[in-house]
């Protein structure tokens, strides 16, 4: 028993330490932006090289959905285990060479083109890893503790934007500015090498089983990604639609307030941030223990709560949030994080549920990374276009309100077998 249990463990931190990894980078980069502005986008107005810089980090979500249909077809095909490696690798290369490479000064307008051509190899490789890890957690899980076991995805990739804050704040705050713009800033991409070495081992190192392979050959699918739009439309739209939620929900929340406090509730950057990482801190502990409610009582009905939450409670959290009493801020923010740790705990596991071990991983892939480029990556800026156009500082709950009702309705007319327990998930033994 315990060695079942230790094996089952080995795998979940493999399945996790590629998130860890993924959203490690994703925190250092956004970080360190201003200084990787001057670095690779000089220019004499500031804002102009900034803009370059996050353009830069844009394009690496617009390569999300093509890294989903590669990395999605190779797991279909060929075995998860092999996908993940080869997702860790293509993440912990490039985040390495950044740290040695040449800037602008050194070797002209070819520093930002290598720099574009890193940072759109990272996102080929994170539509991959994210799903394609979930995926993995799901099919090593015992069917009634799935919704707890791929938790684990978002707790690895949560931990990485905490560990990825903490050593840029570490080395902001210990070395001098000057040292910090001519080489400090290479520091933190260099670690995410230790990071990627560390995942590849584990990867490498965790015994492939039976379900860690591609469908046998009585199952055979050519083409998944064509096989998901001939026969699975209705699940690839509902997990579109629900994960919607998931971008809007987590950009909005842990993205884009800590710039809202600053320009709106006129907080100091400091404490800003410093809110937004004990929230998250909270929100990371918090997402196993609602699995393991989930996998207890029901996807479904955790997945009402949480959607519905979002939709009726948004509003009150914003306005909690635009307070100037701190004590309002953390209550708001904390408050909104609890209500999407119950959507997002169970949802990964309802969603992979819904489509069949041959297209699995392309299927929740497609679904994951089209909303999630459109959504999540662009709701900061749509937030920001809103309240500049309606004059309202409340503005982004409503953008939250509409993406809730709509998970809400999806998951409502969702049919049973997909958003709980299955017959067939039953039967399926667990791993040994």
């Known amino acids: 028993m315990a060695g079942r ?7 979940i931190i493999a399945g996790t330490v590629g998130n860890t990894l993924e959203w490690y980078d ?3 980069y956004g970080y360190l932006a201003p200084i990787l502005a001057q670095q690779f986008f000089p220019s004499d107005d500031p804002t102009v090289s900034l803009i370059s810089t996050f353009g830069v980090f ?19 095909k060929t075995g998860r285990s092999r996908a993940l490696l080869l997702s860790v690798a293509l993440m912990a290369i490039p985040t390495t060479l950044i740290a040695f490479l040449p800037t602008y000064d050194q070797i002209g307008i070819a520093a930002p083109v290598l720099l574009t051509l890193l940072r759109l190899l990272q996102g080929l490789s994170v539509g991959g890893e994210y799903t394609g890890s979930t995926v993995y957690l799901y099919e090593i899980a015992p069917p009634k503790r799935r919704c ?5 995805a978002l707790v690895g990739a949560t931990f990485g934007i905490l560990l990825g804050s903490g050593v840029a704040a570490l080395a902001t705050g210990l070395l001098p500015a000057d040292d910090l713009g001519s080489w400090g800033w290479r520091i933190p991409f260099a670690f995410g090498l230790l990071v990627g070495l560390t995942g590849f081992m584990i990867r490498s ?5 039976e379900r860690d392979q591609p469908p046998s050959s009585h199952d055979p699918v050519s083409a998944p990604v064509g096989e998901v739009l001939r026969n699975h439309r209705p699940a690839l739209l509902r997990t579109i639609a629900c994960n919607i939620l998931n971008g809007v929900g987590f950009y909005l929340t842990f993205v884009y307030l800590t710039s809202y406090l600053v320009d709106y509730v006129k907080f100091t950057e400091s404490r800003a941030l410093t809110i937004n ?10 997402l196993p223990i609602v699995g393991y409610l989930a996998d207890r009582i029901d996807r479904r009905t955790i997945l009402l709560f949480g959607s519905g939450g979002v939709a009726l409670f948004a509003l009150p959290m914003f306005w909690l949030v635009h307070h100037p009493d701190p004590v309002m801020v953390i209550l708001g923010q904390l408050g909104m994080a609890v209500i999407l740790t119950a959507f997002f705990a169970p949802l990964m596991a309802a969603m992979v549920g819904q489509f069949p071990v041959s297209v699995r991983v392309t299927g929740y892939s497609i679904g994951y990374n089209i909303p999630l480029a459109l959504f999540g990556g662009t709701a900061p800026l749509f937030a920001t276009y809103l309240i500049d156009k309606t004059h309202l500082q409340l503005a982004p709950a409503f953008y939250m309100i509409a993406a809730g009702l709509l998970a809400f309705v999806v998951i409502w007319f969702m049919p049973s077998e997909d958003g709980s327990i299955s017959q067939d998930e039953e039967a399926e033994p667990a791993p040994t």
């Open 205 to 209: 190192g965790t015994k492939a089983e």
């Open 148 to 152: 707890f076991t791929v938790s684990w």
């Open 277 to 286: 990482t004990s929230v998250m801190v909270v929100f990371m502990l918090l």
């Open 58 to 76: 844009a394009a690496g979500f617009l390569m999300r959905p093509i890294g989903s249909l590669l990395l999605g077809h190779i797991a279909d």
């Open 26 to 28: 994703f925190a250092v």
């Open 5 to 11: 249990s230790d094996t089952r463990i080995r795998k």
